[in-house]
């Protein structure tokens, strides 16, 4: 394996079998071994900077904008982004760039569409690797009975409301911050001024595509006015998982509670789970490196 940096190619675009557009980055060469780095929000390609650099020099990796993030296609109806349809993307991706499987690791609500592609396609999936990013099942439960979570994740709903994305755009997009430095945490070391100025250019391209994905998801808590994950009636057998499933989780995360994890070997034949105590929801820049020698060790085991 040689030792320079690969050169990340950025400007790419995939034209779906579905009719959208994605926009993608990659490294390293194609006819590889496929590897999909998949963003949250409010993130975009470039979350996964530091590992496009480090497998690109034995795969190819690629990391698409999801549908309504960045430069990808960003339909304005709230129904364009229900996972079927994200999950679809993410199936024409693999098919487009010329494979018929791929390791897939992917963070937040990455995680939860790549949670229902391998659930939904599992021929697909050679791999999953999942960063931060709750089981649909257990999410779902927590969701409708915990309220310690519900409490959590209040800002779902406020997120579902008409206007949200005005609110996040106000002051230069200080709110949109206010979610990488944690809510009342210190500054975020990672975001620095370069971080920053490729995040704001991200986000004036537009944010409805981002907020969307929360109002088109039935998985939110519930309110007066919307009953969310309380309504769903799941049966657990439909959220098995079968490909071999490894879960890196930053048990310091404020949104996402290690406590979502319990449980989780019912519906898994073949996991692992890596617990970083001290490492938040942002935890794959806080701790690029550890998070790299994390996937290679799932990789080559």
Known sequence: ???????????????????????????????????????????????WVAQLEEFGTDYFAVAPDLRGFNLSDMPTDPAAYKARHIVDDLQGLITTLGYQQAIIVAHDWGGAVCWNLANALPKLVEKLIIIN?????????????????????????????????????????ALMEGFFQGMGQPPAVWFDADTRSKYHACWQRGLHGGVNYYRASPL???????????????????????????????????????????????????????????????VIHEQPQRVNALLRQFLSS
């Open 1 to 47: 394996m040689s030792m320079a940096k690969v050169q990340i190619q950025t400007g790419q675009f995939a034209q779906l079998p579905n009719g959208t557009r994605l926009h993608y980055a990659s490294a390293g060469e194609p006819g590889r071994p496929l590897i999909l780095f998949v963003h949250g929000f409010p993130e975009f390609w470039y979350e």
């Open 133 to 173: 990013s709750p089981h649909p099942y257990l999410f779902m439960q927590a969701l409708a009975n915990d309220p310690a979570q519900q409490a959590s994740s209040a800002y779902m709903n406020w997120l579902r409301q008409p206007g949200s994305e005005q609110a996040l755009e106000k002051d230069n997009f």
């Open 220 to 282: 939110h808590p519930p309110t007066n006015q919307a009953a969310g994950a309380q309504r769903l009636e799941l049966k657990p057998a439909d959220f098995c998982v079968q490909p071999p499933v490894r879960i890196i989780w930053g048990e310091a995360d404020q949104a996402l509670p290690a406590s979502l994890l319990l449980g989780i070997e019912a519906f898994i034949p073949d996991l692992q789970i890596v617990r970083i105590p001290e490492g938040g929801h942002w």
